[in-house]
Nanobody
Framework: QVQLVESGGGLVQPGGSLRLSCAAS????????MGWYRQAPEKQRELVAV???????NYADSVKGRFTISRGYAKNTMYLQMNSLKLEDTAVYYC?????????WGQGTQVTVSS
């Protein structure tokens, strides 16, 4: 079992920055990869970025060059640094952890980009 708790969402103006955090607890050494997903109103949940246990990263084309995913030294925390935010980045952002073929999810944190 893995438990995930996100923090760091909020309201920001276009062009601004936010940093999301995800704290994992439980069987963290069984985690294969962690990632961030987002879901905007009336849209499907989509992958934003993922980082493997070995440190490899992958990003959605829409956020490449603006967002950076990273993990803390203790490997039980994950971050998403979001720069140059756009209106279309508005969504609920979810932390995800994959253990083999099973996905664990956090409760989500709202990010609103608005002028």
């Amino acid at each position: 079992q893995v438990q995930l708790v996100e923090s760091g969402g909020g309201l920001v103006q276009p062009g601004g920055s936010l940093r999301l955090s995800c704290a994992a607890s439980g069987s963290i050494f069984s985690i294969n990869s962690m990632g961030w997903y987002r879901q905007a109103p009336e849209k499907q949940r989509e992958l934003v970025a993922v980082i493997t246990s070995g440190g490899s990263t992958n990003y959605a084309d829409s956020v490449k060059g603006r967002f950076t995913i990273s993990r803390g030294y203790a490997k039980n925390t994950m971050y998403l640094q979001m720069n140059s935010l756009k209106l279309e980045d508005t969504a609920v952002y979810y932390c995800n952890a994959r253990v083999d073929w099973y996905h664990y999810w956090g409760q989500g944190t709202q990010v609103t980009v608005s002028s």
